[in-house]
């Protein structure tokens, strides 16, 4: 076959060249200058995102399922089999799919019903929506620091903050690692009167001494934001332990009706009950996350290869990279949500992410400290001081990691750190 070249554009300034346009019959194919240089030497130096939402294969499947079922509202079937399958893992009494996390703790705020005067105690290292769901319902927040060993709250500071008017404790598993749980059981134990709550967005299927994360606190919250383990975009779930919570959580999730009563046959009509939200995650997305979450183990499986492998190659070289590497204490499971380590200084690691970006791998540092934030400072009535939470937000850098990775894009992350910070 012969086909005729009608043109070819070189795009170029003074300097160098954008890109090449040939024109072939009516069709145009237009090379950059990346693709010209790939196309030419052979040399394919690969981008590394720091985050790929992950998907199972399912997720057509089942979204076309849910749109020829007709229901695409929140409590449909897919959200059903969702909240079945989470109910059924964690042993717990109910479970509410929600459109996020950050929706799941204001429901929990709205189920305690938190208001001015009641202080909640949230770990100044973590995502702002652990703090903000209680801030908007009145609450004074505390800010406890974190420990080193887990990154998770710091049980003495907790101690430290304690008084008649905290009504709340918020933990997080940070990167999928448990926090120290029994601390914070004995510390609680002490102050019957004080929730405690799971915020588990990390921490899906990790466990702490052989229990699952999410089954310590009255209430635990999950979110399937695109950033997570399990994704559908957005979306999110509670986790309550009393079949009390349970049955008024039903009616604050549908607009404060007793809608789901009804639906169940245990009242003839539904009407207006409590306060509530439009809480409930829509089918479309229910069918998406069920996807994922019914391949759970295998998709658990692949991310704990990853950090394996992040292990394997980093611990021979971190003592000369000096970097340090997180520790899952004794009897723990991580969730693997991420794989992060630490600088020596905060100028070393803006420049290790600066320098990888440059050759295609991105990193990210994280939380920036929630005490020392405007709105942190609105929120509370202390001045504190968390210097742990301080000194590990500037020193902290989060390494890709996300299900689909390969074993090589493992290795060429680790190669490209260790050339930076060798050559720096
Ligand atoms: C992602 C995240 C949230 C918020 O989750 P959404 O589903 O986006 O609302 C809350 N807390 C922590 C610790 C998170 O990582």
Sequence with gaps: MHISLESIIFSHDNTSLHFVEFRLVGLCFKLTLTSLNECLTGNVSPVIRFNVPSTSGNEHTYVEQAM???????????????????????????????????????????????????????PSFTFTSTALAFARQGANLRFADIERRTMGIDVESVAALLDD????????????IPCDVDGLRDLLAEFPKVVLIEDNAHGLFGEHKGQKLGTFGRFSTLSFHETKNFQCGEGGALLIRSEDDTERAQVLVDKGTNRKAFLLGNVDKYSWRDTGSSFGISDLQAAFLYAQLERATEIQAARANLTAMYRERLEPVAPELNLS??????????????FY???????????????????????????????????????????????????????????PFYTSMRSQDVEHVVQVMTEVIRTS
């Design 68 to 122: 020829r079922s007709g229901y695409l509202a929140s409590g449909g079937p897919f959200s059903t089999r969702c909240s079945q399958l989470l109910q059924e893992a964690h042993e717990c009494a109910g479970v509410l799919m929600t459109t996020s996390c950050t929706d799941a703790l204001e429901l929990t705020a709205l189920l305690l019903d938190i208001a001015p005067g009641d202080t909640v105690i949230v």
């Design 165 to 176: 008017s905290v009504r709340a404790v918020v933990c997080v598993h940070y990167a999928g």
């Design 325 to 338: 590497l997180p520790s899952v204490p004794d009897s723990c499971r991580s969730a693997h949500h991420m």
């Design 341 to 399: 380590v630490l600088t020596t200084t905060q100028a070393v690691r803006d420049n290790l992410i600066s320098e990888c970006k440059g050759r295609g791998v991105n990193m990210a540092f994280h939380y920036v400290p929630l005490h020392s934030s405007e709105a942190g400072r609105r929120f509370s009535d202390t001045d504190q001081d968390c210097p742990v939470s301080t000194d590990v937000s500037a020193r902290l850098v989060r390494l």
